[in-house]
Nanobody
């Protein structure tokens, strides 16, 4: 089994910054892509940013220029630096990982979610 543990959410004023972290642990052979999604009840889950194992990243248009995704392959970790936060960024953020396990079975795993609240 693989677990993803997130941290770093919280309450911040508009224009402020937060950094989300997500660390994977368990029976991992390799992690390919990692990413951050956000989901507001009643709306579709949105890909915020994703990054491959060689560092190639892509972003949702709504966060380009404000958010930066990075990863530490040695720590099986992914980060999301969020700057210039807006009230519309308020929601729960989830970490995702495309994991090849030690049995060479591929699965997608999710973190438990972390709340980000941006006040106006």
């Amino acid at each position: 089994q693989v677990q993803l543990v997130e941290s770093g959410g919280g309450l911040v004023q508009a224009g402020g910054s937060l950094r989300l972290s997500c660390a994977a642990s368990g029976r991992i052979f390799r992690i390919d892509s990692m990413g951050w999604y956000r989901h507001t009840p009643g709306k579709r889950r949105e890909l915020v940013a994703a990054i491959t194992s060689d560092g190639s990243a892509n972003y949702a248009d709504s966060v380009k220029g404000r958010f930066t995704i990075s990863r530490d392959n040695a720590k099986n970790a992914v980060y999301l630096q969020m700057n210039s936060l807006k009230p519309e960024d308020t929601t729960v953020y989830y970490c995702n990982a495309d994991v090849l396990g030690v049995t060479l079975t591929r699965s997608y795993y999710w973190g438990q979610g972390t709340q980000v609240t941006v006040s106006s």
